[in-house]
């Protein structure tokens, strides 16, 4: 199906695990982005990638590591997972200077 | 830095009537793009409209208009004839077209259309 997916949609883990989400756009978009979303904040920008092998940060990306080796996928991998970072995770794709399309989102919690 | 500013937490309207939901934003790019997203309840994030800082227009969508006011940095929604189910979360964003192309968000406004 065409679209952007993330993976799993729910996931619950505990203080020091390694844990990835995973992100899979079929548009081959050049940009993809991801953020997390906690009450009061609105969306803050975590990394995002302009194509395959190119990553930058952003506004909160402490604790979070990204890569991109094939244009479709984005994973996210929190190294060791804290209780701060339990929150819902979207990932997100667009073409350049467009308007981005969001994944159905993952909600993290770390116990 | 790029920055945007949506300073209505909440919002309260009486169903049909039209609502504004503001939008400031502050950068020092000349070319960027202006977006405004829904979010429900169920969580999706909906894209509403685009406005480019070079569009002399300011965009429209069915019930959705931006007012955009370029000197004043500011892109605010215009959601005409509010409905039910036009309550929800909406979170003006920011791209510039000139640099890095990463979008920015606002902390949203919840919107509660009342019967």
């Known amino acids: 199906d065409a679209g952007i997916t993330q993976s799993p949609r729910y996931k619950i883990t505990e203080t020091g695990r390694q844990v990835t989400l995973m992100c899979h756009q079929t548009?081959?978009?050049?940009?993809m982005f991801w953020y997390r979303q906690d009450l009061g904040h609105g969306l803050r920008l975590i990394y995002y990638?302009?194509?395959?092998?190119?990553?930058d940060k952003g506004e909160v990306p402490d604790g979070y590591v990204v890569s991109r080796s094939k244009t479709e996928n984005f994973p996210l991998t929190l190294e060791s997972a804290t209780r701060s970072q339990t929150s819902v995770y979207f990932c997100?794709?667009?073409?350049?200077?467009?308007?981005?399309?969001f994944g159905q989102g993952t909600r993290l919690t770390v116990v | 830095a790029q920055k945007i500013t949506q300073t209505q937490p909440g919002m309260f309207v009486q169903e049909k009537e039209a609502v504004t939901l503001d939008c400031t934003y502050d950068?020092?790019?000349?070319?960027?793009?202006l977006f405004w997203y829904k979010q429900p309840s169920s969580g999706e994030m909906i894209f509403l409209i685009y406005?480019?800082?070079?569009?002399?227009q300011n965009a429209t969508e069915g019930r959705y208009s931006l007012n955009f006011q370029k000197a004043r940095k500011s892109a605010n929604l215009v959601i005409s004839a509010s409905q039910l189910g036009d309550s929800a979360m909406y979170f003006c964003?920011?791209?510039?077209?000139?640099?890095?192309?990463?979008?920015?968000f606002g902390k949203g406004t919840r919107l509660h259309i009342l019967p």
């Open positions: 997100a794709s667009n073409r350049k200077n467009t308007e981005a399309f």
């Open positions: 548009w081959s978009h050049s940009y």
């Open positions: 990638s302009a194509a395959a092998d190119i990553t």
């Open positions: 950068t020092s790019d000349q070319s960027y793009g």
């Open positions: 406005q480019g800082s070079y569009d002399e």
């Open positions: 964003a920011m791209s510039p077209w000139d640099r890095d192309d990463k979008i920015i």
